[in-house]
């Protein structure tokens, strides 16, 4: 028996791909059902802001880092680079930059309406 026709359960029928699983599809079907809509569950999910609060999911995981990090009003500043590892670490795995980049806008007074931190030196 050849390879093409053994699997786990034994020999496949004839006309029956290895895996049992494949069907052909035209590649631009395909394409188009798939990355449209992986491309629509990151522009609900991840890119456009939660409406119960305005904040993006990075937002909420920057702000639960410096409340885990004891990073209130009244304690000192710290540098934004503990931060972003902190959050890197335990909540985001993806790049630093995308990390940085909302700490920033975080604290500018013209990105938020109102400024969730406090940036101190050169910050943005």
């Known amino acids: 028996m050849s390879d093409a026709k053994k699997a786990k359960g034994g020999p496949l029928p004839e006309g029956v ?12 079907t395909e ?7 992986y491309a629509m569950s990151v522009i609900t999910s991840r890119a456009l802001p939660d409406v119960r609060d305005g904040l993006k999911p990075v937002h909420r995981r920057i702000l ?22 902190d959050v890197l670490g335990k909540y985001h795995p993806h790049g630093d930059i995308p990390v940085y980049d909302s700490l920033v806008k975080m604290a500018q007074s013209f990105s938020f309406r109102y400024p969730l931190i406090w940036g101190q030196g050169n910050f943005g």
């Not at 791909?17 to 631009?28: M, Q």
């Not at 394409?31 to 809509?37: I, K, P």
């Open 17 to 28: 791909p290895a895996g049992g699983r494949l069907a052909g599809r035209e590649i631009t």
């Open 64 to 85: 639960y880092a410096m409340h885990e990090m004891g990073l209130a009003a009244s304690a000192k500043f710290r540098k934004s680079a503990a931060v972003v590892g």
């Open 31 to 37: 394409m188009r059902e798939s990355y449209l809509d």
